[in-house]
């Protein structure tokens, strides 16, 4: 399994941005594929995005499709999560997950962190 520790986290007004990192270490990260998660107080956690451990695929959820980019740095282990024209309705803890897969399901990830709190004001 590898340590994952995200970051980035924070307060935006609606129409702002954020950057989130995702930064592993314990195991050659390329071996991996990153999923981020969220969740809202009092709602399930839900997939956000996901990408392959080469970089080259990735997937989205439609609620951030166009919004959110997620990619990676192999030499920096590192995945990013860009999110861009945020909403209130984003607001939530946001988790990254470490896999053999690129899965929107959760239980297919080994390896989560602490979460990042991402707060996105009206």
């Known amino acids: 399994q590898v340590q994952l520790v995200e970051s980035g986290g924070g307060l935006v007004q609606a129409g702002g941005s954020l950057r989130l990192s995702c930064t592993a270490s314990?195991?050659?990260?390329?071996?991996?594929?990153v999923g981020w998660f969220r969740q809202a107080p009092g709602k399930e956690r839900e997939f956000v995005a996901t990408?392959?451990?080469?970089?080259?695929?990735?997937h989205y959820a439609d609620s951030v499709l166009d919004r959110f980019t997620i990619s990676r740095d192999n030499a920096k282990n590192t995945v990013y999560l860009q999110m861009r024209s945020l909403k209130p309705e984003d607001t939530a803890a946001y988790y990254c997950?470490?896999?053999?897969?690129?899965?929107?399901?959760?239980?297919?990830?080994?390896?989560w962190g602490q979460g990042t709190q991402v707060t996105v004001s009206p």
């Open positions: 990408i392959t451990g080469s970089g080259f695929s990735t």
């Open positions: 314990g195991r050659p990260f390329n071996m991996y594929a």
């Open positions: 997950a470490a896999g053999r897969s690129a899965a929107v399901d959760a239980g297919r990830y080994d390896s």
